[in-house]
């Protein structure tokens, strides 16, 4: 899944290198490529928060001298960290969920085709 995520992330780089402007409003692709890396960050937040063995299982191991933070206070702070981190994702995916929304309405409603259809 992060082998995906990183496919996705590669995959919006070269197509926003490209030298086609699009107007961030109708650009249906892009918001739907945004939507499915910050939809994947978001299910893998999730996963961590919810079915990760906690603080233990991950082997943390940092610079910050949390020793004298008793064992409850730490699992603690490794869940309120991972629970806002996880937050964050929910946040920025329903701003690229509104974004595709955005770009799907606004695609259809351009000028008419050369086919002269109002």
């Not at 949390?66 to 603690?76: N, V």
């Not at 770009?103 to 259809?117: D, E, M, T």
């Amino acid at each position: 899944m992060v082998g995906g995520m990183f496919v996705l992330a590669g995959l919006m780089l070269i197509r926003s290198a490209s030298a086609v402007t699009r107007p961030p409003a109708t650009d249906v692709v892009g918001s739907g490529l945004g939507v499915l890396l910050t939809s994947g960050f978001t299910v893998f937040a999730g996963w961590a928060l919810f079915f990760s063995g906690g603080p233990s299982a991950w082997k943390m191991s940092g610079s910050l001298p949390l020793g004298w933070l008793p064992a409850w206070g730490s699992a603690g702070l490794f869940y309120m960290m991972l629970g806002i981190g996880a937050l964050l994702c929910v946040i920025l995916t329903v701003f690229a969920w509104r974004q595709l929304v955005r770009a799907i309405a606004s695609a259809g409603s351009g000028p008419p085709g050369p086919r002269g259809l109002e």
